[in-house]
């Protein structure tokens, strides 16, 4: 399993940007970026994904690098509705199914 | 509301009992995922399901089993149950069988094993 490393947790202001980073040494060619994150006492929600550009949604933002070794999501105005677990996910080939880390628990202050 | 509904949100049984967990995905989804959390192993696929065929299998025990029907709803089967099988268990349903794109989860089945 092509596998992502993240910060436990993090910390962030109300109404600041938030840089969640991850990083995946190991992607190969074909593996797509997925963001998900997971309120408390919730399912997990999709955020975003992308294979090597730049995306954006309503949500979030997806900043890939170049060598498409790391990512960051980033959150433009956290509010405290984005306190959650975040989930950087790869996702390989014609295999469809996710395989979650830890995530990264974000904080979010008033 | 997601779209995708679990049946029931709770459940309290005994060891060595079975019980049955009921997914209906989103509609328009073919493709049904389960996944098992509990508090010391995050998130844990456990098995995936596209329009009634078995397509791919993660940590799934020998005592569980699933099946998607023709209406495409699924079913998550535990048996001879164990403290350890205590936990949250989500549905997810997506379109696409061959991304990761756009899973939708429930709201999850709590299950607690006494």
């Known amino acids: 399993d092509a596998k992502t490393t993240q910060p436990n947790s993090m910390e962030s202001n109300e109404e600041e940007p938030v840089h969640l980073p991850c990083n995946h040494s190991t992607i190969s060619g074909t593996d797509y970026i997925h963001w998900y994150r997971q309120l408390p006492s919730q399912g997990p929600e999709y955020v975003i994904h992308g294979l090597t550009s730049n995306v954006n949604n309503r949500m979030a933002s997806l900043a890939i690098a170049e060598d498409r070794k790391s990512s960051t999501l980033i959150l433009h105005r956290a509010t405290l509705r984005d306190a959650a677990v975040y989930y950087c996910?790869?996702?390989?080939?014609?295999?469809?199914?996710?395989?979650f880390g830890k995530g990264t628990k974000l904080s979010v202050k008033p | 509301d997601s779209g995708v509904t679990q049946t029931p949100k709770h459940l309290i049984t005994a060891t060595g009992q079975r019980v049955t967990l009921r997914c209906s995905p989103r509609s328009g989804d073919l493709s049904v995922y389960w996944y098992q959390q509990s508090l010391d192993q995050g998130l844990q696929f456990l098995i995936q399901y596209y329009n009634g065929e078995e397509r791919a299998k993660g940590n799934i025990l020998e005592r569980f089993s699933a099946q998607q029907f023709p209406d495409l709803h699924s079913e998550l089967n535990l048996s001879s149950l164990e403290l350890g099988d205590s936990a949250l268990y989500f549905c997810?349903?997506?379109?696409?069988?061959?991304?990761?794109?756009?899973?939708?989860f429930g709201s999850g089945t709590r299950l607690t094993v006494v």
């Open positions: 997810a349903s997506s379109v696409d069988p061959t991304t990761g794109y756009g899973y939708t």
């Open positions: 996910i790869l996702s390989w080939g014609s295999q469809g199914n996710l395989i």
